[in-house]
């Protein structure tokens, strides 16, 4: 035989770069598919308008939020007050941006808690399964067997409304969602080479959850991150609705819808209909968004 077998060519780095240009590149495509929703575009604007408008808006737009001008009582929008004034005199363009603050400080902080808690709660009980992944998810059945909007209503009552007493209370009944979501990302994953690689060079549960399963559930937490902070918004407006939420000198969107809903019969749409459009146009934001990244990062596993 005159023919010989070559050596095939030593297989240099993937065009991506290995492991890591896979995982960059799935991103990147997850990424795509995001961009190409023109909701989802759309509602990141709007999130990102409100979060500028309540956090940045009062240091160009200067208003007083502490003392009553009583002589402003229920004024109409003018170019004095773009949106007119409430009962006490109060600014009502400022008023909006003082309680956007505080429902945005409490949805996203009520989310990081939900989702932190929650995150390592159903990763372990997917990881280890049989009787523990029983008595966790268990326990998250009682704990969801129980109204959220009573518990808060009687520890907003018992011990006061705060930003950090909502956010607290509100992420320790919001996590139970997100243990459900992550318990099942956990599942899938816990069969997979890669776990079944690093279990067998000895890695420990905890390495497991930290280094392989959390990483690539990243996209299940993102998604229901967006989720959480929306329902704690609503949440949080329905509390001040009912009269249990901020109490002066704060306030939420809730507190104003609550006092403006008395007035709105004598004409004073502006105490209502600006506010409301606030809540209905950031919740509706985080919808999309929410949907969007999961449609992206679906597309993300589908094509990996």
Same mark, same amino acid.
């Given at each position: 035989m005159t023919g010989q077998i070559q050596a095939l060519p030593?297989?240099?780095?993937?065009?991506?770069?290995?492991?890591?240009?896979?995982? !960059?590149?799935?991103?990147?495509?997850?990424?795509?598919?995001?961009? &190409?929703?023109?909701?989802?575009?759309?509602?990141?604007?709007?999130?990102?308008?409100?979060?500028?408008?309540?956090?940045?808006?009062?240091?160009?737009?200067?208003?007083?939020?502490?003392?009553?001008?009583?002589?402003?009582?229920?004024?109409?929008?003018?170019?004095?007050?773009?949106?007119?004034?409430?009962?006490n005199g109060f600014d009502?363009?400022?008023?909006?941006?003082?309680?956007? !603050?505080?429902?945005?400080?409490?949805?996203?902080?009520?989310a990081f808690i939900a989702i932190t808690v929650g995150t390592l709660w159903g990763t372990l009980a997917g990881l280890l399964g049989g009787i523990i992944d029983s008595v966790l998810m268990?326990?998250?059945?009682?704990?969801?067997?129980?109204?959220?909007?009573?518990?808060?209503?009687?520890?907003a009552v018992k011990f006061g409304a705060t930003v950090l007493s909502l956010s607290i209370v509100i992420g320790a009944f919001s996590w139970l969602f997100a243990a459900r979501i992550i318990r099942s990302e956990a599942l899938s994953l816990r069969s997979m080479d890669f776990v079944s690689a690093a279990r067998g060079a000895g890695?420990?549960?905890? &390495?497991?959850?930290?280094?392989?399963?959390?990483?690539?559930?990243?996209?299940?937490?993102?998604?229901?991150?967006?989720?959480?902070?929306?329902d704690a918004i609503l949440l949080v407006s329905y509390i001040g609705f009912l009269g249990f939420g901020l109490h002066?000198?704060?306030?939420?969107?809730?507190?104003?819808?609550s006092d403006g809903i008395e007035d709105v019969q004598d004409g004073y749409w502006w105490l209502v209909f600006p506010v409301a459009a606030c809540i209905v146009a950031t919740v509706m934001a985080l919808n999309f968004v929410g949907d969007?990244?999961?449609?992206?990062?679906?597309? &993300?596993?589908?094509?990996r």
């Open positions: 030593e297989r240099g780095p993937t065009p991506e770069g290995g492991e890591v240009g896979v995982f !960059q590149s799935s991103w990147r495509r997850a990424l795509r598919e995001f961009a &190409r929703n023109r909701l989802a575009v759309v509602g990141l604007a709007i999130l990102v308008f409100f979060v500028l408008f309540c956090f940045i808006g009062p240091f160009v737009y200067h208003t007083d939020q502490i003392t009553p001008n009583l002589s402003d009582s229920y004024a109409p929008p003018s170019a004095a007050h773009p949106l007119g004034a409430d009962n009502e363009l400022g008023r909006i941006m003082k309680g956007g !603050q505080t429902a945005l400080e409490i949805g996203f902080l009520a268990r326990v998250v059945d009682v704990f969801l067997s129980i109204p959220i909007v009573f518990v808060v209503l009687i520890l890695s420990g549960n905890w &390495r497991l959850i930290f280094r392989h399963l959390l990483p690539n559930s990243l996209g299940v937490i993102i998604v229901s991150v967006t989720f959480q902070v929306a002066y000198p704060n306030v939420d969107w809730g507190n104003q819808l969007a990244l999961r449609d992206s990062f679906d597309v &993300r596993l589908r094509r």
